[in-house]
């Protein structure tokens, strides 16, 4: 019997038990669901905590892609799976290549379906799995591990910090082993689970939350937005087509057929036409000017502007709508 890990275990918020749902066996559905609801309105103000922390990884991760490096994610079972749903939503949301956020799963491809729980015991694994992606310093390597001890993300951690680079760990717990294991530590902290070490309730909702921050935060401070708008968003199928659409008439205050004769000169892509439109460029300027301000609407707009090229005022703030 392994006592070590029992006692770990032990000192664990996460693994804790919640006084409060010690009769949910005996309640209602609407009264589990209720128990269930009172408990998840813990975590948002547990990530609002780590906003500091969150906010250096967002700085090192944009500093990364910047320099044509990479965010890795790595965890086992639910936090694993966490990595990879945020990770695949990057390429079609912000027009990125499919290995600018990359997840690690312990166990690989199969462990996306099927429990493998014995892989996350390996502190040699995530070493091999980030070789065999050909780990570089200039990445920001994340751990995540809702108890904060997975041998799997402690030996994939040192690992890139012997590498040389900028680790992150995200756990839920204050006393997380990776913690010590990483430049920078994310640890919203949500209390004893309402079925106790089901850490993919209120844990796994906060680490969601934290990867929808790290990712979305730093896309947009590489320029993948423009006011509030995915401009880069890749139009793959009609409702992605429709959004860009929707995205450019919003940007620019055109009606649907000026927004799609411009979509479709430019191969549907939604920040050259806002540039076109809203400049009064060609294609092959708007291209040059959007280079040169490194992929920020804002930037190029300013710099046709500085040009004395003919420009035309966007409309994106003035059309913001409440909806119905």
């Known amino acids: 019997m392994n006592t070590q890990l029992l006692n770990e275990l032990a000192t664990l918020t996460s693994e804790a038990r919640n006084p409060d749902t010690l009769d949910i066996d005996l309640l209602t559905s609407e009264q589990i669901l209720a128990?269930?609801?009172?408990?998840?309105?813990?975590?948002?103000?547990?990530?609002?905590?780590?906003?500091?922390?969150?906010?250096?990884?967002?700085?090192?991760?944009?500093?990364?892609?910047?320099?044509?490096?990479?965010?890795?994610?790595?965890?086992?079972?639910?936090?694993?799976?966490?990595?990879?749903?945020?990770?695949?939503?990057?390429?079609?949301?912000?027009?990125?290549?499919?290995?600018?956020?990359?997840?690690?799963?312990?166990?690989?491809?199969?462990?996306?379906?099927?429990?493998?729980?014995?892989?996350?015991?390996?502190?040699?694994?995530?070493?091999?799995?980030?070789?065999?992606?050909?780990?570089?310093?200039?990445d920001v390597v994340v751990g995540i591990a809702a108890s904060g001890r997975t041998p799997y993300v402690i030996g994939g951690l040192r690992h890139a910090h012997a590498k040389g680079c900028t680790t992150v760990a995200l756990s839920c717990n204050k006393t997380a082993a990776i913690a010590a294991e990483a430049d920078i530590a994310i640890l919203p902290e949500v209390g004893p689970e309402i079925l106790t070490g089901s850490t993919r309730m209120k844990a796994g909702t906060a680490q969601k939350l934290v990867l929808n921050m790290l990712t979305t935060a730093s896309m947009i401070r590489i320029g993948k937005s423009f006011y509030n708008l995915m401009v880069d968003v890749k139009a793959t199928n009609e409702k992605l087509v429709s959004r860009t659409r929707r995205i450019?008439?919003?940007?620019?205050?055109?009606?649907?057929?000026?927004?799609?004769?411009?979509?479709?000169?430019?191969?549907?892509?939604?920040?050259?036409?806002?540039?076109?439109?809203?400049?009064?460029?060609?294609?092959?300027?708007?291209?040059?000017?959007?280079?040169?301000?490194?992929?920020?609407?804002?930037?190029?707009?300013?710099?046709?502007?500085?040009?004395?090229?003919p420009a035309r005022p966007s409309v994106a703030k003035e059309r913001i709508r409440t909806p119905a």
């Not at 009172?38 to 547990?46: F, G, K, L, S, W």
Request: hydrophobic share 45%; proline share 2%.
């Open 35 to 138: 128990k269930i609801n009172n408990a998840d309105r813990e975590v948002p103000e547990a990530v609002r905590r780590e906003i500091p922390q969150i906010a250096r990884a967002v700085d090192a991760i944009a500093k990364a892609f910047k320099s044509g490096a990479r965010l890795i994610y790595m965890g086992a079972g639910t936090s694993g799976r966490l990595g990879i749903l945020d990770a695949v939503e990057c390429p079609p949301t912000y027009g990125v290549e499919e290995d600018m956020v990359v997840a690690l799963i312990a166990g690989g491809e199969e462990a996306v379906y099927r429990a493998q729980e014995g892989a996350e015991d390996s502190f040699t694994l995530a070493g091999e799995d980030l070789e065999k992606i050909n780990l570089c310093k200039e």
């Open 248 to 309: 450019v008439m919003e940007a620019t205050g055109v009606e649907l057929e000026e927004a799609d004769r411009v979509l479709k000169s430019c191969e549907h892509n939604a920040k050259l036409a806002i540039m076109i439109i809203l400049s009064g460029l060609d294609r092959n300027a708007s291209e040059m000017a959007l280079d040169q301000a490194n992929g920020f609407l804002r930037k190029a707009l300013q710099l046709a502007k500085k040009e004395n090229k």
